[in-house]
T-cell receptor, first 111, second 120 residues
């Protein structure tokens, strides 16, 4: 699985969009980008994933650059409950295999 | 629908003792994973069951750890004997098994709340 790089921490004002970047310059052509988050003392939670195209679901949007070397997770209207550690993971789709968690980005949403 | 459950939520034991952690996956999920986060470190994969079979146990740290999934339903992770460095949070996750690998088949794993293990 490709290595990912994320900033260790970010702040965001409540109600504003949170944009979390991730670099995955060594990603291979059939590796997907997944995002999970871990809210304090809970288990990790799946957010979204994508391969090439931008994706949107009820939680977030995922923007992947054309060269696929980086991506951005967007929480359109961050709330205090979005305060968590966000993990960007590059892995093969359909692998049913394990997830490799890095250090992630600690997002603090402030009132 | 019930999520992944883990028992106990907390366990405090003495070094050298034995502890057994239990995970009940979401009903119908054939994939079951164990992960752990030890103090100050990242979440690390331990092993992966497909039904009752161990698909990948490359993350198991040593032979003091034994995982079972008899009958392909719930799973147990036993640590015997426990050492101080085993302290941390142990997570279980589950996911459904697709009949074949699909492009775009996404690897959404549903995690339990974890068991916090403290070895004194």
């Amino acid at each position: 699985d490709a290595k990912t790089t994320q900033p260790p921490s970010m702040d965001c004002a409540e109600g504003r969009a949170a944009n979390l970047p991730c670099n995955h310059s060594t990603i291979s052509g059939n590796e997907y980008v997944y995002w999970y988050r871990q809210i304090h003392s809970q288990g990790p939670q799946y957010i979204i994933h994508g391969l090439k195209n931008n994706e949107t679901n009820e939680m977030a949007s995922l923007i992947i650059t054309e060269d696929r070397k980086s991506s951005t997770l967007i929480l359109p209207h961050a709330t205090l409950r979005d305060t968590a550690v966000y993990y960007c993971i590059a892995t093969y789709g359909g692998s049913q295999g394990n997830l490799i968690f890095g250090k992630g980005t600690k997002l603090s949403v402030k009132p | 629908e019930a999520g992944v459950t883990q028992f106990p939520s907390h366990s405090v034991i003495e070094k050298g003792q034995t502890v057994t952690l239990r995970c009940d996956p979401i009903s119908g999920h054939d994939n079951l994973y164990w992960y752990r986060r030890v103090m100050g470190k990242e979440i690390k994969f331990l092993l992966h069951f497909v039904k009752e079979s161990k698909q990948d146990e490359s993350g198991m740290p040593n032979n003091r750890f034994l995982a079972e999934r008899t009958g392909g339903t719930y799973s147990t992770l036993k640590v015997q004997p426990a050492e101080l460095e085993d302290s941390g949070v142990y997570f279980c996750a589950s996911s459904p098994l697709t009949g074949f690998r699909l492009a775009g088949d996404y690897n959404e794993q549903f995690f339990g709340p974890g068991t916090r293990l403290t070895v004194l």
